[in-house]
């Protein structure tokens, strides 16, 4: 397993981040079974690690679930975290997925 978390910014979007994850597991079959998980908190940085635990706990090599993500939301006025979580099997993708990510939720078709 190869995690990274890292901060995004306050009204990231569940919407729109739900739908960027679909066009990334698009893009890439072998993510096709990934998970998303939203939790709205009030301090980010003291859940982070639970966030860590549960996003382990939801990749599944036998069920083809090789990343789960997991979306720290402090509210609109305060940034959040986002927990991403891929399996040893596509491991090597972990540096490529966050720009990836950026990208998708950056689409025009996204944008409300």
């Given amino acids: 397993m190869r ?3 890292v901060q995004v910014r306050a009204g990231l979007g569940v919407g729109r981040l739900a739908t960027a994850m679909e066009s990334l597991v698009q ?3 072998e993510l096709r079974r990934s998970g998303f998980a939203h939790h709205e908190v009030a301090d ?4 982070t690690t639970a966030a860590l635990a549960e996003a382990e706990a939801g990749l599944d090599l036998q069920a083809g679930v090789l990343m789960h993500v ?5 509210g609109p006025e ?3 975290r986002l927990v991403l979580v891929l399996h040893d099997v596509v491991a090597d993708r972990l540096p490529r997925i966050l720009p990836w990510l950026v990208r998708a939720w950056k689409q025009p078709a996204l944008v409300s």
């Fill in 78 to 80: 305060r940034s959040g």
């Fill in 27 to 29: 893009l890439h079959p």
């Fill in 44 to 47: 980010p940085a003291a859940t």
């Fill in 70 to 74: 997991v979306w720290l939301d402090a």
């Fill in 3 to 5: 995690a990274i978390t």
